[in-house]
């Protein structure tokens, strides 16, 4: 347990950037040993096979956690973490002798080779294997928030939880994610998938009526197209839809897109792009908190994604877990 603290675990993901990683992680690997880096790792052979591993990786006493991916890869080392960290906590209730553990005892870095990376840029980590390995040994790390949602899968009635390392949508953004992820299963790839995906939704995307409430009271009540909550600034490929989020001030940033004409919307657009978007819009409504309920007020239920990765429906719960994850970030 000891000696397994003090080393870095990789989780590699050989789906990611396209199939990239199968070629690149040897390259990655040999840079790691260059820089003696202490490390192991383990491949994934299929969706959310990360967080399995990584959840026994926890129990075997690993506190050090490389992503070897993209966002998708970040998202399912973190639900792991997340994870273990919760059942532990549980546990110690039912047994005193069960060892505490907290999110910060945990290190969560990323070797980027997926096509969003969208992560890596709010923590300044840049797209190069040498770098990051440098950061490594350096241990140039900073702190970040974590948030946890509740919500349901409406195809099977069940409840969800998950969690949040950068960025999750409700509505719009959420069915951008759908269509930008079928469209990688087939084998495309680039940030024009999501341009594409951005402006088949404007053009078809139907809103929805809900009720946000923040930190326990009522900010939003009406039909809305789209509600972003992150906790980093950037997603969808380079999108600022929470320009203002900050990764460890204890709160996540909310931007809502309520209901407006098309025309407005599109000349809304390019703010997305360069981080204008609620200055150029007083009509959208932004906040920052720690706890977020959204509330369907009528059905179908719109899709909830996080991280990219859509996994649920409304309502949503959701709140900050206890303490941060310390995350390697450029701190120059």
Known sequence: MTRNCN????????????????????????????????????????????????????????RKFLAVGGDGTVHEVLEGISKYVEMSDVARTLDTEVQAVSLGDFTLAVMPIGSGNDWIKTLGIPRDFNKVAEMMKEESLGHQDVFCLNLKDNSTSREIISYMAN??????DANVCK?????????????????????SNILNFKTFDCAVEADGREI???????????????????MLQVPDAVPDD????????????????????????????????????SAKCSSLVITPLSSPYPLVEVDGEVVGNLP????KLEGQIKVLRNLK
Do not use: Q
């Open 167 to 172: 960025v999750g949508g409700v509505g719009f």
């Open 250 to 285: 204890g709160l996540m940033d909310i931007t809502i897109i309520p209901l407006m004409p098309l025309h407005r919307i599109i000349k809304a657009v390019p703010g997305l792009f360069t981080g204008k978007l609620l200055k150029n819009n007083p009509e959208l409504i």
């Open 220 to 238: 939003f009540r009406g039909r809305t197209m789209s509600i972003a909550l992150g906790t980093g600034r950037y997603s969808g490929g380079g």
């Open 179 to 199: 269509k930008v992820n079928f469209e990688k299963n087939t084998g495309k790839s680039g940030k024009i998938l999501y341009l594409k995906a951005l402006i």
């Open 316 to 319: 949503v719960r959701v709140c």
């Open 7 to 62: 080393i870095w675990y990789a989780v590699v993901n050989p789906n990611a950037g396209s199939g990239r990683t199968v070629s690149e992680w040897p390259k990655a690997s040999k840079i790691l040993s260059d820089n003696r880096i202490d490390f192991e790792y383990r491949t994934t052979w299929r969706m959310n096979a990360a967080v399995e591993i990584t959840m026994k990786a926890c129990a075997e006493g690993y």
